[in-house]
């Protein structure tokens, strides 16, 4: 797993921050899931989660490891998703063999909000990987709030999608004019095929007249050819300071002598970028 004993944090989460009755609720439906093997009885209860748990009061997170807290912090989580997910958890550690598919099947039956909590905390679940098929199916959709719970501060597509899934999900953010510095993994994933793809995006782009956010050249950095030279040479010819900045972190990590040559030309960005004044931090939205 990804985070280490997630139930038991989980369930220390739930402790401070439910009251009794529902953590008596929540316990008999989990037992009955289990010992019914009830499918019905789990999407029920995972929906019915949304009108029993309160998300009014302080949400208390300070029994649980740094990693996980944060984690839920950086996915703005609340309690009443996490005890979706420690219901999910709980199955699956009884019988992951039955109730794997089911969970799998979720995305069919549940809410944008319900949908949106699976994708986000998916990396809790036991072997997350069995999954995959519902978090890459989550990226063809045009509803906002669950794209950007894929595809945003999520390690699961950095861990878990091959090339291609992974460059859709990059290319749509764009598409949608999500925040592509949201993204986890851009250097780590990047790659030859999404260099090309960029260009040619940009170019669609141009043509149209149309902006594109400077961040979106990330990816292209350590993949500079003759042709991405010359759109790094646009980008410096820019009226955009942004575009001059994110040509020029490209150039300067690239390691190409042919970058650094093209980079001459602009002492104040080479300083600038030796210093850490333009970094693709700053470039954040």
């Known amino acids: 797993m990804y985070f280490k004993d997630t139930s038991i944090q989980l369930s220390k989460i739930i402790e401070s921050n439910v009251d009794s009755i529902v953590k008596n609720w929540l316990a008999e439906k989990i037992d009955t899931v289990i010992s019914e093997k009830s499918v019905k009885t789990l999407y029920l209860t995972y929906s019915l989660i949304g009108s029993k748990v309160d998300l009014q009061g302080e949400f208390n997170i300070d029994a649980v490891q740094d ?22 958890i709980n199955v699956l550690e009884a019988d992951e063999v039955f109730f794997s598919p089911k969970i799998a099947n979720i995305i069919q039956v549940a809410d944008t909000s319900e949908l949106e909590t699976f994708l986000k905390f998916l990396i809790l679940l036991p072997n997350p990987e069995k999954y995959k098929t519902a978090a890459v199916d989550s990226l063809r959709t045009n509803i906002s709030i669950v794209f ?6 999520n390690p699961y597509p950095g861990k878990y999608f091959d090339e291609s899934q992974w460059n859709q999900m990059y290319l749509k953010t764009a598409f949608m004019q999500g925040d592509l510095s949201a993204i986890k993994d ?8 999404l260099a090309r793809i960029i260009s040619d995006y940009a170019h669609e782009r141009w043509a ?16 500079l050819n003759n042709d991405l030279l010359k759109d790094m040479q ?18 300067f990590n690239s390691g190409l ?8 030309a602009h002492p104040e960005l080479i300083e600038n970028v030796k210093n850490k004044t333009i970094s693709w931090n700053s470039l954040k939205r």
């Open 67 to 88: 990693d996980l807290k944060e984690y839920i912090l950086l996915q703005n989580g609340n309690i009443r998703q996490l005890t979706r997910m420690y219901l999910l």
């Open 208 to 223: 149209a007249s149309r902006d594109i956010d400077p961040y979106f050249w990330r990816p292209v950095t350590k993949f």
């Open 257 to 264: 002598k042919e970058g650094q040559e093209i980079l001459k």
């Open 234 to 251: 646009r980008l410096l010819q820019s009226e955009n300071a942004a575009e001059n900045e994110a040509a020029a972190l490209c150039l």
């Open 186 to 193: 851009i250097d780590k994933r990047a790659n030859k095929d």
């Open 148 to 153: 950007n719970a894929i595809a945003f501060n």
